[in-house]
């Protein structure tokens, strides 16, 4: 049975696929968490949300946490979660004083704004939130990047070219990534993860400078980039 | 496209049924499900049905980017900044917490 196939509303089959993935992938071990770890930070998550009046509890949440973060861990994810206009510097250093490295910090930061993204999407289709998997066995890789730098963001990141080294250029295709594509560079799963997300949502990447193209059936770009913009205005996101 | 509209959504978004684009962004986002689904189904009438799981998708990406944006502290690339000057101060960006991310390293650039 289909992600979506209880939505009144057509789902493009390559978003239903990446949503799938998404969902797949919070339920395994990241490359600093635990599955049952990530599951936590994504319940956390979706428990701000829904406190927050954001989102409506489902009936089936799915698989509950099992593992109890510690609560300076749990006020960053409910910032970051449901007012992401107050998450500044001050919340990442809280986030390092509670004992995360820089690259946990980046995935918790990954899966919480996955999660939320996923959450706010099943809100639109109008359907019930999608219950989490079971976390599966396994070992995070704790793979750190030889080719990430401290530079202007909170955490480091992997440069552009020609400074990204073997893996950045595999990363980056080989061509400049503004720093919205970079930033999650630190921990190159989640990168792959936002970039899948990012092209099934918004636009195939070597398509987002033409300003005529559009992805979506039933939209032309400017009605895009209208809810594009409003959302994140209504975020206070500067970027 | 009217870029003001965005902050001020009583304006023209100079785009075929904005108002109730701006309305949607709103609703997907906000505490009101009754608004929201009132919305969707304006929309659907609009547009046609298969429009809304594309505007979902899009609501939903840059609920993520705005996320991870503000969570990693990105500062907004130089070759947008440039150049931007004027429409950051039509728009009331440079107020926003988030701007500290890139005035915090580009000080010479919020004061163009």
């Known amino acids: ?239 | 496209m009217n870029p003001e509209a965005l902050v001020r959504p009583e304006l023209d978004t100079g785009v075929e049924h904005g108002v109730l684009l701006l309305a949607f962004a709103e609703a997907i986002i906000g505490t009101d499900r009754k608004a929201l689904d009132d919305v969707r189904a304006e929309l659907a009438d609009a547009l046609g049905p298969v429009a809304i799981s594309g505007l979902s998708a899009v609501a939903g990406n840059f609920s993520k980017n705005d996320r991870v944006a503000n969570g990693i502290g990105i500062p907004v690339d130089d070759m947008v900044l440039k150049g931007t000057a004027d429409l950051r101060e039509q728009l009331g960006l440079n107020d926003y917490k988030s701007a500290e991310n890139t005035f915090r390293h580009m000080t010479d650039q919020k004061v163009l």
Request: charged share 25%.
């Open chain 1, 1 to 239: 049975m289909s992600l979506y196939s209880d939505s009144d509303y057509p789902v493009r089959d390559d978003l239903v696929v990446a949503h799938d993935a998404q969902f797949e992938r919070f339920a395994r071990a990241g490359t600093w968490g635990t599955a049952a770890q990530r599951l936590a930070v994504i319940v956390e998550a979706r428990r701000a949300g829904i406190d927050a009046g954001l989102l409506e509890a489902p009936d089936d949440g799915g698989a509950e946490a099992s593992v109890e973060l510690p609560e300076a861990v749990r006020d960053v994810i409910r910032t970051l979660a449901a007012s992401p206009k107050d998450f500044d510097l001050s919340t990442y250093e809280a986030a390092r004083a509670a004992g995360l490295s820089d690259p946990e910090f980046a995935e918790l930061v990954a899966i919480v704004s996955f999660v939320v993204n996923l959450d706010v999407c099943a809100r639109g289709i109008g359907v019930p939130l999608r219950p989490f998997r079971d976390p599966q066995p396994g070992n995070p890789s704790r793979a750190l990047p030889d080719e990430a730098v401290p530079d202007l963001a909170f955490v480091p990141t992997i440069p552009n070219v020609p400074d990204c080294g073997p893996l950045g250029t595999e990363l980056y295709g080989g061509h400049f990534k503004p720093w919205i594509m970079r930033a999650l560079s630190l921990v190159p799963d989640e990168y792959r993860a936002h970039v899948e997300l990012e092209q099934a949502q918004y636009n195939p990447l070597p398509k987002v400078p033409e300003v005529a193209y559009c992805h979506h059936d039933g939209l032309t770009r400017p009605q895009v980039e209208i809810v594009a913009g409003r959302v994140s205005a209504l975020n206070d996101c500067f970027y």
